[in-house]
């Protein structure tokens, strides 16, 4: 992952760089679109909602009567929206 090259400073101090709002504005800008699409959940975790949709609440729903909480979680999370709304 790579940050888009810094502005030039806009004073004479390199050291303390003066940045200008607009130039840091300008670079927050580049550096989100520079990163547009690279997936923000690492690799064993999962993007869920919130509060757990009507589906996830189903799937938990119909779990038998003994089951483990690992149990209730992986039906949920099987039953999660896959894409962001």
């Given at each position: 992952m790579t940050l888009p090259p810094l502005p030039a400073p806009t004073g004479a101090d390199t050291f303390g760089a003066d940045y200008t709002a607009a130039q840091m504005e300008s670079y927050a800008r580049a550096a989100i679109a520079a990163h547009a699409g690279i997936a923000a959940v690492p690799a064993g975790w999962a993007l869920?909602?919130?509060?757990?949709?009507?589906?996830?609440?189903?799937?938990?729903?119909?779990?038998?009567?003994?089951?483990?909480?690992?149990?209730?979680?992986?039906?949920?999370?099987?039953?999660?929206?896959?894409?962001?709304?």
């Amino acid at each position: 992952m790579t940050l888009p090259p810094l502005p030039a400073p806009t004073g004479a101090d390199t050291f303390g760089a003066d940045y200008t709002a607009a130039q840091m504005e300008s670079y927050a800008r580049a550096a989100i679109a520079a990163h547009a699409g690279i997936a923000a959940v690492p690799a064993g975790w999962a993007l869920v909602p919130v509060e757990p949709t009507e589906a996830m609440r189903d799937a938990a729903n119909t779990l038998p009567e003994v089951f483990s909480v690992g149990d209730e979680y992986r039906a949920m999370l099987a039953a999660a929206p896959k894409e962001q709304p």
